[in-house]
């Protein structure tokens, strides 16, 4: 079952750096605060002292300081807690084969799942696929069309090709010239979720970092459905 992947629903935690980072320079102004509000009481002139009005607004605004920095503590508590959530549901992508323009890995037998996106424009279109060191293996036309490809593994003499990491780029053509050249989405197992600042990063099976937001699909394994089918 493949589930379609929006750049919305992988927002999986929201930036607050703005208000971490601001937590700091509020706690120093609130001190800078204290020992000039603290020196100006203990230096007055005695014989004119401090305006009663001017004392009182001084305590109002040490008052909303000290509010800013208990909210600010308080967020970053929030902050974290969210963290740690996100990265609990994390472990919901290991497992999974998503989709995103990133090479793929074949294991010798299984076919590779391309999904390529051709101009419209195009009367030619052409799947390019290379393999780790960055040699063509093979050239296959295609249709017009966003239709998924499997791949076979086999190259230029129909030979299966050995098991690595390979790259496939998609090039569609009109009237003999490439009007747009782009690296094609395949499906990859997720073998690992880190947190990178605010950003989730998917690491594949070929060791390739892809963004959660530029994932496009997602589904289970051929493995996750072997064992499924074994269970039942």
Do not use: C
């Not at 999974?96 to 195009?122: H, I, Q, W, Y």
């Amino acid at each position: 079952m493949t589930t379609e992947v929006s750049g919305a629903s992988t927002a999986t935690t929201t930036s607050s750096s703005s208000t971490t980072g601001g937590g700091t320079n509020l706690t120093s102004d609130f001190d800078t605060f204290i020992k000039l509000l603290t020196a100006q009481a203990k230096y007055q002139d005695p014989t004119e002292p401090m305006d009663n009005t001017e004392y009182a607004s001084q305590l109002a605004e040490f008052s909303m300081v000290e509010q800013q920095v208990l909210t600010n503590d308080n967020l970053s508590v929030v902050h974290s807690q969210l963290g740690l959530a996100n990265m609990a549901s994390l472990t919901g992508w290991v497992g999974k084969e998503v989709r995103a323009a990133a090479p793929a890995l074949f294991d010798g037998t299984n076919s590779v799942t391309v999904a390529p996106n051709p101009a419209a424009a195009a009367d030619e279109v052409t799947l390019v696929v290379r393999n780790e060191s960055g040699d063509e293996v093979n050239r296959i036309a295609l249709p017009v069309s966003a239709e998924p490809y499997e791949w076979d593994g086999t190259n230029f003499s129909g030979d299966t090709v050995p098991a690595g990491t390979y790259s496939f780029v998609v090039e569609s053509k009109k009237e003999d010239e490439v009007i747009l050249s782009e690296t094609a989405e395949v499906y990859s197992l997720v073998k690992e979720t880190q947190m990178i600042g605010v950003d989730v990063v998917l690491v594949t099976e070929t060791g390739a970092k892809v963004l959660a937001t530029s994932a496009t699909a997602l589904r289970d394994s051929d493995e996750n459905m072997a064992d499924e089918q074994t269970d039942v």
